[in-house]
């Protein structure tokens, strides 16, 4: 069945350091989203990717959709200590039921001071 | 503005036990969803649905059933606990999609639950 990868599962950066996380999907995407989770939190809406190609930053948050629309990354500049926390990618397919998201599994990131 | 709100927070439960799951959005959101979330499973969607009186089974529906009586509000139903339901639970809402994008999902705290 449909499957979105997340890589890595964990990282651990100092502060400081930059980070990226990958997503990929077996199928074509008509669309991804990035989400954030802090420790003992629930999960907040970063941003949504549309176009192939398409690049849009967030302060010192960079997310990319490939060309081909099959992987997605999200990647953090000089990451800070507020960065804390799980980034999911969830996509929808380019063709069948969209009212569902197809979610990775996570990357969580840990920063140390 | 409260947004999406899931009571109880915390609940634990023995076998063969009996509880619902209430989640309440006040942003007219027309779909909503109730996933759980176990370490290293990310999110899994149990139920969904994409209006009043409407409801679809996402990806681990067994165990559980739902209602959507009123648009604002979502049910999630365990009748007869299992300890493989131990999870945290979060319901999300939304607008509703287009044919070419999702509309953002709008999460609730969750509830935490734990089934002896």
């Known amino acids: 069945g449909q499957q979105v990868m997340q890589i890595p599962q964990y990282q651990h950066v100092q502060e400081g350091e930059d980070f990226t996380t990958y997503c990929n999907s077996s199928?074509?995407?008509?669309?991804i989203q990035w989400y954030k989770q802090r420790p003992g939190g629930h999960p907040v809406f970063l941003i949504q990717?549309?176009?192939s190609g398409e690049v849009k930053k967030q302060k010192r948050l960079t997310f990319q959709f490939g060309e081909a629309k099959k992987n997605s990354s999200l990647h953090i500049t000089a990451t800070q200590t507020t960065d804390v926390g799980t980034y999911f990618c969830?996509?929808?397919?380019?063709?069948?039921?969209?009212?569902?998201?197809?979610w990775g599994l996570g990357t969580s990131l840990a920063v140390n001071p | 503005n409260a947004g999406v709100t899931q009571t109880p927070k915390f609940r634990v439960l023995k076998t063969g036990q009996s509880m619902t799951l209430l989640c309440a959005q006040d942003?007219?959101?027309?779909?909503m969803y109730w996933y759980r979330q176990d370490p290293g499973m990310g999110l899994r969607l149990i139920h969904y649905?994409?209006?009043?009186?409407?409801?679809a089974k996402g990806e681990v529906p067994d165990g559980y059933n739902v209602s959507r009586l009123k648009k604002q509000n979502f049910l999630l139903g365990l009748e007869s606990a299992a300890p493989s339901q131990t999870s945290v639970y979060f319901c999300?809402?939304?607008?509703?999609?287009?044919?070419?994008?999702?509309?953002?999902?709008?999460f609730g705290d969750g509830t935490r639950l734990s089934i002896l």
């Open positions: 999300a809402s939304s607008y509703s999609a287009s044919s070419v994008s999702n509309q953002p999902q709008h």
């Open positions: 942003m007219n959101h027309e779909y």
């Open positions: 649905s994409v209006g009043e009186g409407t409801t």
């Open positions: 199928t074509t995407l008509s669309n």
């Open positions: 990717l549309v176009k």
């Open positions: 969830a996509g929808n397919q380019n063709a069948g039921n969209n009212r569902k998201l197809i």
